[in-house]
């Protein structure tokens, strides 16, 4: 069954440091997500990204995260200066139309000291 | 803006049913969803519900919406020890352009007894 994957499991970076998280979505997808979970709290919607352009963000997305899809099969975040308070779950997703069923990835866990 | 809210902790004896119970503030959210999150792994998408229907059965589960009282209810019959996880209900509206991103619960944890 075709699935999201994400890389790395887990990274650890000190405060100011950039961090990319790399995702793969599922290969016939169109719509692409990246969602956060900070331990014991809500998931949380970042971005989505369709047509090569963001189409919606939150408000947590601001000017130190960013999202590119370089080729035909990845699709990053990239985080600039992380802050403590980036230290989250961060997932990816993808889904072939905005009706269908969305698939995550395992997530990549971010830790900030 | 949109809220969605569960009750954080379900404690259940194997072979028991599970109801693990959601509401949402937004009256226009069309599909309402469960997920589920086992240790350590990703969002498995379980079941959804379009709110045009009031009641939606796949096997174990059974979607019940109450959409005057924006509620919606996940239950499990004959729960096993491997349904034990996070639960999250989510809704979006996804022809509002605006807000095709999905809107969670902080999740219901699931745990389940012998």
């Known amino acids: 069954e075709p699935e999201v994957t994400q890389t790395p499991s887990h990274q650890v970076t000190q405060m100011g440091q950039e961090v990319i998280l790399r995702c793969v979505p599922i290969s016939n997808h169109l719509y692409f997500y990246w969602y956060r979970q900070i331990l014991g709290q809500k998931v949380e919607f970042l971005v989505s990204f369709y047509n090569n352009e963001i189409s919606e963000k939150s408000e947590i997305f601001d000017d130190q995260f960013s999202v590119e899809r370089p080729d035909g099969s990845n699709f990053t975040l990239k985080i600039r200066s992380t802050k403590l308070e980036d230290s989250a779950m961060y997932f990816c997703?993808?889904?072939?139309?905005?009706?269908?069923?969305?698939?995550f990835g395992e997530g990549s866990r971010l830790t900030v000291l | 803006g949109e809220d969605v809210e569960q009750s954080l902790f379900l404690s259940v004896r194997e072979g028991d049913s599970s109801v693990i119970n959601c509401t949402y503030t937004d009256s226009s959210s069309t599909y309402l969803y469960w997920y589920k999150q086992e240790p350590g792994a990703g969002l498995q998408l379980l079941t959804y519900i379009f709110s045009n229907m009031d009641m939606k059965q796949d096997q174990r589960l059974t979607v019940l919406l109450n959409k005057k009282d924006k509620h919606l209810s996940l239950r499990i019959a004959d729960t096993q020890t491997g349904d034990s996880a996070i639960y999250f209900c989510?809704?979006?509206?996804?022809?509002?352009?605006?807000?095709?991103?999905?809107?969670f619960g902080s999740g219901t944890r699931l745990q389940v007894q012998p």
């Open positions: 989510a809704e979006t509206d996804p022809m509002d352009t605006g807000r095709r991103a999905l809107t």
């Open positions: 997703a993808s889904t072939l139309s905005v009706t269908g069923e969305l698939f």
